[in-house]
């Protein structure tokens, strides 16, 4: 069984950064795709970034350029390190790994960002 473990969310002032980190343990499927998603309140969850597990990106238009995705293969851990933060980006942010043989979800962490 896969797990999945967030972290680093809080709280940030606009322009700020934050760093989220997904720990993954159990055995899955070398070929994945993780993605972040946030849900703000009232709207729907949205993708915001992805990798490939052979490390293609892509991202979300709104924070292409502000956000970026990588991962340390080495501790199963997924990494969104989100710089000049805005207060729209104010959300519950979850990761997800779509290995071959499964979907999984972290808990989510709340990120708000807020002078």
């Known amino acids: 069984q896969v797990q999945l473990v967030e972290s680093g969310g809080g709280l940030v002032q606009p322009g700020g950064s934050l760093r989220l980190s997904c720990a993954a343990s159990g055995s899955f499927s070398r070929t994945y795709t993780m993605v972040w998603h946030r849900q703000a309140p009232g709207k729907l969850r949205d993708w915001v970034a992805l990798i490939h597990n052979g490390g293609g990106t892509n991202y979300l238009d709104s924070v292409r350029g502000r956000f970026t995705i990588s991962k340390d293969n080495s501790k199963n851990t997924f990494y969104l390190q989100m710089n000049n933060l805005k207060p729209e980006d104010t959300a519950a942010y979850y990761c997800?790994?779509?290995?071959?043989?499964?979907?999984?979800w972290g808990q989510g962490t709340q990120v708000t960002v807020s002078s």
């Open positions: 997800n790994l779509r290995p071959l043989d499964g979907d999984y």
